[in-house]
């Protein structure tokens, strides 16, 4: 199977039967080539929820073209360099149709993400709704950790939004995605087997309300087939951007996102984790979630982020070095967002998150505020304390600034001129 432009193919192709449909807010066109009437139906069919159309379109306006090889188009152009017709609908070949059906799914949320990059926060996680209120619970969690078993087994009683990815704007409206579940279903031992695309309907699952859809919570889904109940708790704004950053789609996209995600989880009540053993315990607690207005986030502790800048300085006597000039300048790399937690500092830069803490959070604003390295020093022992007593604590509180300065130094985070 491919997943690529083959210019030679789609030239040959003027219009072609295609299915549309709704993903994100966004109409996303998909031409089928080798699919017969009662197979495009069937896959239109897995699509219910998304408002999909079987029509002929023309090629041009097709976003996607997935073709089904048969038995005798072995030698079928696959593998043509994506480059070489940038404007091309993206190509989809497989040899047999669930391949087919999985891939266009992820195709069309591709596409879709691509789309809505630029005006949403766009969340790696499954979402259900409260049936009366619209208020939505996403549960965020990387790929084959439970999103979709939650979304079938909580979806039955509330309403189901995706299971896929929870796509929420500045004022925390939820953009409904409700596409076919991607259900993996058994195979054989050390083999793998393309995810089933079952309709909501075929789920058995009840549709969210009609109206506006408005984030309630968000949590981190923790499955721990030794929980013996369902455990729920909070964590900090350092911490939880660590763990969703992998999670979110073209964070870096938007201007100030982590000043976006901040104002999310405090206007949610904070990222919150959610351990279980299954997931059909866990529908009292996500109504639980719902029914109870979420509280003002309070700052948690500090997370881990990519890489930490920790070397703590033990406060001790009170005597510090007066500031003094010299040893060059510490000039702060610019960045794309950061933000502040309860000591520590998140930052995003080039598409990378890290966190610091300790001393490095005051040499990080030292080198913001264009301090020389005597001048941090004394920064950081006025905010620390000297890291012990004696005149050989100054020394030592040079040694861990000029430490925490090569730190981020390496980080890319601070230069020295």
């Not at 986030?297 to 033990?314: F, N, S, Y």
């Not at 390295?373 to 004696?390: I, K, T, W």
């Amino acid at each position: 199977m491919s997943h690529q432009t083959d210019p030679a193919l789609l030239d040959a192709l003027d219009a072609l039967d295609a299915l549309t449909v709704t993903a994100i807010g966004c109409r996303v066109v998909v031409g089928l080539v080798g699919l017969d009437a009662g197979q495009r139906a069937d896959l239109a069919t897995s699509w219910a929820w998304c408002e999909p159309v079987l029509e002929r379109r023309p090629r041009s306006e097709c976003d996607a073209v997935a073709v089904l090889r048969g038995d005798g188009d072995d030698d079928a152009p696959a593998g043509a360099d994506s480059d070489a017709h940038a404007d091309a609908p993206a190509l989809v070949v497989a040899d047999a149709l669930d391949q087919l059906t999985e891939t266009v799914t992820t195709v069309v949320t591709q596409l879709a993400i691509d789309q809505r990059r630029d005006d949403l926060l766009l969340l790696h996680a499954g979402g259900v709704a409260d049936p009366v209120t619209g208020a939505v619970v996403a549960y965020v969690a990387p790929s084959g950790h439970g999103k979709t078993t939650a979304s079938r087994a909580l979806g039955r009683t509330l309403g189901y939004v995706t299971d896929e990815t929870v796509a929420v704007d500045d004022d925390g409206l939820v953009v409904r995605y409700p596409k076919p579940l991607s259900v993996r279903g058994p195979a054989a031992p050390g083999a793998s087997r393309p995810k089933a695309q079952v309709s909501p309907d075929a789920a058995g699952l009840r549709r969210a309300p009609d109206g506006p859809l408005t984030l309630a919570r968000v949590v981190l889904l923790d499955r721990d087939p030794a929980a013996t109940e369902v455990t729920v708790g909070p964590i900090g704004l350092a911490e939880a951007a660590a763990r969703l950053f992998p999670q979110i789609s073209y964070l870096g996209a938007r201007a100030r996102p982590l000043r976006r995600l901040q104002a999310l989880l405090e206007r949610t009540g904070g990222l919150l984790v959610v351990r279980y053993a299954e997931a059909t315990t866990l529908e009292p607690a996500v109504r639980e979630l719902l029914a109870v207005s979420a509280p003002a986030a309070t700052p948690g502790g500090e997370g881990p982020g990519e890489a930490t800048v920790g070397l703590d300085a033990h406060r001790a006597s009170p005597g510090a070095p007066g500031p003094t000039h010299g040893g060059g300048v510490l000039v702060a790399t610019a960045v794309d967002d950061w933000v502040a937690d309860a000591g520590s500092v998140v930052v995003l830069h080039r598409d990378s998150l890290r966190t610091l803490s300790g001393i490095g959070v005051a040499v990080w604003h030292a080198a913001r505020a264009g301090r020389t390295l005597d001048e941090s020093v004394a920064a950081v022992v006025r905010e620390h304390g000297l890291p012990g007593d004696g005149p050989e604590a100054v020394a030592r509180a040079r040694e861990l600034v000029l430490a925490a300065v090569a730190e981020l130094v390496a980080a890319g985070l601070v230069r020295q001129r």
